[in-house]
């Protein structure tokens, strides 16, 4: 890829991006969230056009419109949130778009995921429909089905987000595997540690354009950080160990049906004190989405209770469980802010009875208060802007000021840095550190480790639906909480 | 096609005025090729209907009469589009309302019009509204979408109003199929002499600006507008989805229902078949024209009035069908609509930065 | 018992015109649109249909016109709502305001200044025996060809899968290299040119002439129905045939004796209220097509 140029209205996504891959390597490009990383493969795979700059394949300029010229040139691609029909089965998504004839050919179809599920070393079962089966699995059809059409380049957007520990080896040796035959691979990754422990080389991308291309071998962890980030990555430091409060999130026998055979959450209980927090780890899937909805209000549960301080809110919609003072802190930033809407609008929008005066808004005091939020948050827009405008971090932000604002006693949690770059993840952390400071409760639902390892004071981990392990800070042993997560019991 | 589209930062502001000129001009355009098969100059045909029903006071009234029904509609379409709520029953909600109105004035014989009208009024409102809860529970208790139950509702309204015409209503003295004649009391006073401009302009402008206020002032406007915008982020911010949408379900139907109630008390007098001419469709194109802003609709409303009056006129002299004037509120809604995209999006060549 | 098979044979014919049109709306809600142009295709084929074939005086002619207008306006639609991705709801009724003044205004251009009704000679029914058996043979077509057909290319063809993926996630279609854009102006197509085709028949064999009530809000159930059969060709026949008998049943219910006082618009009314109870009995958070009402674009 030579000279590639991609803007989005004002923003630069990638600025003249050169990029080569030779076959038989696996080359990571590494960056931090909204680098540009994904935009480019993107473009490489016909999803996105570029403003300028040219794709050349052995040697000849090839013209990328859509996916199926990618695919032509022999490009695959397994995306970041994962592009199967959940109500397929494996063999016809395998076969989309590749159906080989006018009549759906569903035995060759399976034929052709076997073949090549065989090819990689993975087990892929054909006629399963992917909407039962788990995320690991899921990932799997996509690289058999990008497998399935001889591609000889195939990306990989980030895929370990999903994965545990263990089953990151797995996906690495099916890599190495696939490179020794000959295929480049690509690899996305903002994780400095799977970069250097997988790829042949490395492109770094900073702010759209390349910092620089090295030899794995030949560089270390520290320096790809620098030259992912522009300066040394710090992280956000916990002050003195704290002793907790009294009690702030009982959660007792809570179980939650989803309309499948198994409950989402089976008969969970945990219980968060105030001035701590209390990591929830997991791979995604594990049912910490439908615990973090139940106790955000939306969703019912079919057994058990949810007491926060002294008031019951099993079962509870939003706005009680917000009046017992529970802050919450969305998986999915962008549909929990409505992007038509003003800052100054979704910053009270919680709290409108507040606002107003008889039947009538009081914009005045809507907007003294979105000013004064703007500021103590660091919210890098207007009240007037749109928040569709707004980038992901600023967004979080206007997040956490609207609920940070009503001095929640418990914060819910999920995913919170997310797709956000290095500044405002640091940022985010750092309130949820300053919260727990003030005596709040927090319980902090995410996939990131590392995360979970730097700011908890106690960890659950899910698995399933159930609770298989809690640990103290002290306690924590990377690797015990791999397997749990895996849902291999201690001692096996 | 070498064309793609890129999202735009932000509206450019020059389109709220050139939009929807560029709109009327494409339209005008297309349909000219349809006055031209009638065997009709197109300059004329449009001269006859833009321009003459604005050469006489007469005609500027009757223009002002022609959209009040739709001034109703309009509103009532868009305060249900704004809150997500696809409220395509509005024609049935109208014949509701007329029918409660044929019924109510021939009950109020005698009254004082201070109490009369206000009780047509309401008793319009309540059978319009009543018209639209049986879609509106089916979504809120259901989950089952409103835009075929409400769309269904329509015939069994219109059938409603023949059953009576055609039976127990049918005008005794004539036996025409439409109800005998409201009582004096329960008519909609005449606001201009000679003209058939009623007291029901007035009370569509009313509700015009009550849903102004409501939809831009309020908590429950905002309420509103956040469902309509993303439902997913008013459930989570606390707001109640169920009742704001059954809310606007109702005042719609209600609405919708008043302008029953208009076309009954000020202009035909008693309940005919052809009580409405489709206003209730109507109200979906000045909804949409308006952008679903109450001030839109008023706009929308005068606009479409403008033509329909126009096509009537146009009839009479040209050799052009009336309906030419539907044509061009249908063409104009598409072409509205496509044109709406620009807002959004630019269109530029591939490849070009 | 010959009440019976009246009903019987009436509902066969009955549902023809909403056998055509709902077979053709599955394959548009599948692809995760909402076709509201359908009453206007619909009555648009009436007259289109009735016109070719009075100016040829050829029934086929007829029919094929029908079906250019159908599929004309659903291109038309399509550029709207698949390209430009503007709101299903607002393009889809007007263009049912379009086609339904535009084909008015060409009746009245055309036929205005007759003193009767234009007739002309309809499809004559085929008897294959019994009372049953002896309807048009659009009848035949749509039950014993369409419909099979139709089953046929949803489930068993690529181009039927293709419209499946693109209705529950067209991204991951996308990527998997089918063109949505095609895949979606297709199925809009064959709605279009199959709601052509039935609202045709009720011109072409049932009535031999065209009137402005002639459509009646077919299209609307048909909708209903495509919903009501849960999104497979079957469940729509199904539900064309129940609408269509409880039509059947009140036309001759009203002239038994004792039925007479009844109002007939009550009668009339029934199929549609039955229909809506139906929706609100067997509707409830039913899974639509998981992008249904999305346009696609690539982010």
């Known amino acids: 890829m030579r000279g590639i140029v991609k803007r989005f209205g004002d923003l630069v996504a990638n600025d003249g991006v050169d990029f080569t891959l030779a076959s038989g390597t696996i080359h990571a490009l ?108 899921q990932q799997r059809v996509e690289i058999v089905k990008a497998l399935s059409r001889d591609c000889r380049v195939l990306i990989l957007d980030e895929p370990t987000a999903v994965l545990v520990p263990q089953q990151v080896e797995a996906l690495f040796n099916a890599l190495r595997r696939l490179r020794d035959q000959g295929l480049a691979v690509v690899f996305i990754s903002h994780k400095l540690r799977e970069v250097t422990a997988i790829s042949d080389e490395v492109t770094v991308l900073r702010r759209g354009r390349v910092e620089g291309t090295v030899t794995t071998r030949t560089t270390d962890e520290r320096e790809l950080g620098r030259m992912m980030v522009g300066r040394p990555m710090t992280g956000v430091a916990r002050d003195d160990e704290r002793v907790p409060g009294e009690v702030v999130l009982r959660v007792e026998r809570l179980s939650v049906a989803d309309g ?37 209000g939306m969703r019912v549960p079919s057994a058990g209770t949810v007491v926060v301080g002294n008031v019951d809110v099993t079962g509870q919609p939003p706005a009680r469980v917000t009046a017992a003072g529970v802050g919450r802190i969305p998986e999915d930033r962008h549909a929990s802010v409505v992007r038509d809407l003003s800052v100054a609008y979704n910053l009270v929008l919680e709290d409108l009875d507040a606002y107003r005066r008889g039947p009538v808004l009081d914009e005045g005091r809507i907007r003294r208060t979105a000013h004064d939020l703007i500021d103590r948050f660091d919210i890098r827009a207007g009240p007037a802007d749109l928040v569709g405008t707004l980038s992901g971090g600023n967004v979080q932000k206007v997040l956490l000021a609207r609920v940070l604002a009503r001095r929640p006693k418990l914060l819910v949690v999920a995913q919170p840095t997310q797709g956000l770059d290095v500044g405002a993840t640091e940022y985010v952390r750092g309130q949820l550190l300053a919260q727990r400071g003030a005596g709040a409760a927090v319980l902090l639902v995410s996939e990131e480790l590392e995360e979970l390892l730097a700011l908890a004071d106690r960890l659950a981990v899910m698995y399933e639906g159930t609770i298989v392990g809690e640990f103290d800070r002290a306690e924590v042993d990377v690797d015990r909480l791999g397997l749990l997560m895996a849902g291999i019991r201690a001692g096996g | 096609m070498p064309l793609r589209f890129q999202q735009r930062a932000a509206p450019p502001a020059a389109f709220a005025v050139t939009l929807p000129l560029a709109a009327i001009a494409t339209t005008f355009l297309l349909t000219a090729a349809i006055v031209v098969a009638a065997g009709e100059s197109p300059f004329r045909a449009y001269q006859e209907f833009l321009l003459r029903p604005l050469s006489s006071e007469f005609r500027i009234l009757e223009v002002l009469v022609s959209s009040t029904p739709i001034l109703f509609t309009g509103a009532a379409v868009a305060i249900a589009f704004r809150a997500g709520y696809w409220n395509i029953g509005a024609e049935g909600q109208l014949l509701s309302g007329a029918i409660a109105a044929a019924w109510l004035g021939r009950q109020v014989d005698g009254w004082p ?38 769309l269904l509702l329509n015939p069994v309204a219109l059938l409603m109003v023949g059953g009576l015409l055609n039976g127990p209503w049918r005008d005794p003295v004539t036996r025409f199929p439409e109800s005998p004649r409201i009582a004096p009391a329960a008519e909609f006073p005449q606001l201009v002499d000679r003209s058939r401009l009623h007291f029901g302009f007035l009370l569509a402008l009313a509700v015009l600006a009550v849903g102004w206020f409501v939809t831009t002032r309020t908590a429950t406007g905002l309420r509103l507008r956040a469902v309509g915008l993303s439902p997913h982020a008013a459930r989570f911010a606390g707001i109640r989805i169920e009742r704001t949408l059954l809310g606007a379900a109702l005042a719609s139907g209600g609405i919708a229902g008043i302008a029953g109630v208009s076309e009954v008390a000020g202009i035909q007098f008693r309940l005919t078949e052809g009580i409405s001419s489709g206003f209730g469709y109507t109200g979906i194109v000045v909804a949409t024209l308006g952008a679903l802003s109450m001030i839109g609709v008023a706009f929308a409303a005068f606009f479409l009035g403008l033509v329909n009056v126009g096509a009537g006129s146009a009839s009479r002299v040209l050799d052009v069908p009336s309906q030419l004037g539907e044509v061009i509120t249908a063409t104009l809604l598409l072409v509205t609509v496509a044109l709406l995209v620009l807002r959004r999006y630019r269109v530029v060549r591939v490849g070009s930065p | 018992m010959s009440f019976t098979l009246d009903v019987l044979a009436a509902t066969f014919r009955n549902a023809t015109p909403l056998v055509y049109a709902s077979v053709g709306d599955t394959f548009v809600q599948r692809a995760g649109m909402l076709n509201l142009g359908i009453e206007g295709m619909m009555f648009a084929g009436a007259f289109v249909g009735f016109a070719a074939a009075y100016a040829t ?165 048909a909708l209903a129905l495509v919903i009501f059969g849960r999104w497979r060709i079957e469940g729509a026949v199904l539900g064309a045939l129940v609408f269509a008998g409880v039509f059947a049943l009140q036309l001759r219910l009203r002239i038994l004796p004792g039925w007479d006082d009844v109002p007939f618009e009550l009668l009339l009314a029934t199929p549609y209220i039955v229909i809506i109870i139906a929706l609100a009995v067997s509707g409830r958070n039913v899974a639509y097509p998981g992008a249904y009402l999305r346009p696609y674009r690539r982010a």
């Not at chain 1, 795979?45 to 419109?65: H, S």
């Not at chain 2, 206000?118 to 809120?140: I, T």
């Not at chain 3, 609202?199 to 809000?217: D, K, M």
Request: aromatic fraction near 6%; avoid cysteine.
């Open chain 1, 30 to 137: 590494l960056g931090e969230n909204g680098a540009g990383k994904t935009t480019l493969m993107r473009i490489l795979y016909g999803l996105a056009l570029p403003d300028a700059g040219e794709i050349l394949v052995d040697g000849r300029r090839v013209e990328i419109r859509s996916p199926s010229d990618a695919i032509a040139a022999g490009i695959g691609m397994v995306t970041q949130h994962f592009s199967l029909v959940a109500p397929m089965t494996v063999a016809e998504n395998v076969a989309l778009g590749d159906e080989g004839g006018f009549r759906l050919d569903r035995r060759g179809a399976r034929a052709k995921v076997v073949k090549a599920s065989e090819r990689v070393g993975i087990a892929v079962r054909p006629d399963a429909r992917v909407a039962t089966l788990s995320v690991g699995e």
């Open chain 3, 57 to 221: 005086g050829s029934l086929l002619v007829g029919l094929l016109a029908a079906v250019a207008v159908g599929i004309a306006a659903a291109a038309v639609l399509g550029f709207l709502i698949v390209t430009l991705g503007t709101s299903q709801h607002v393009a889809g009724i007007g263009m049912t305001l379009l086609l339904v003044s535009a084909s008015e205004f060409a009746n009245r251009l055309a036929f205005a200044d007759r003193e009767t009704l234009p007739k002309i000679e309809t499809f004559e029914p085929v008897s294959l025996g019994g009372r049953i058996l002896s309807q048009y043979g659009m009848t035949y077509v749509a039950f014993l060809l369409v419909a099979p057909a139709a089953w046929l290319l949803l489930r068993h063809t690529s181009f039927g899968l293709r419209v499946r993926a693109v209705g529950e996630n067209p991204e991951a279609a996308d990527v998997a290299g089918v063109d949505v854009f095609r895949t979606r102006y297709l199925a809009l197509m064959i709605g279009g040119a199959l709601a052509a085709v039935g609202g045709a028949f009720l011109t072409l064999a049932v009535l031999g002439s065209f009137t402005l009530e002639i459509i009646a809000g077919r299209g609307w159930v």
């Open chain 2, 113 to 150: 019009p201070v109490a009369s009208l206000p009780l047509l009024v309401v008793g319009g409102a309540l059978a319009g509204a009543a018209w639209a809860l049986p879609p509106a529970l089916m979504r809120v208790r259901f989950g089952i979408d409103e835009v075929v139950t409400t």
């Open chain 1, 260 to 296: 499948s055979a198994l409950p989402a959450v089976r008969d969970i209980s945990l219980e968060v004190r105030s001035g701590e927090i209390l990591g929830v780890a997991g791979v995604s899937g594990n049912g910490q989405t439908e615990l973090v909805e139940v106790l955000s």
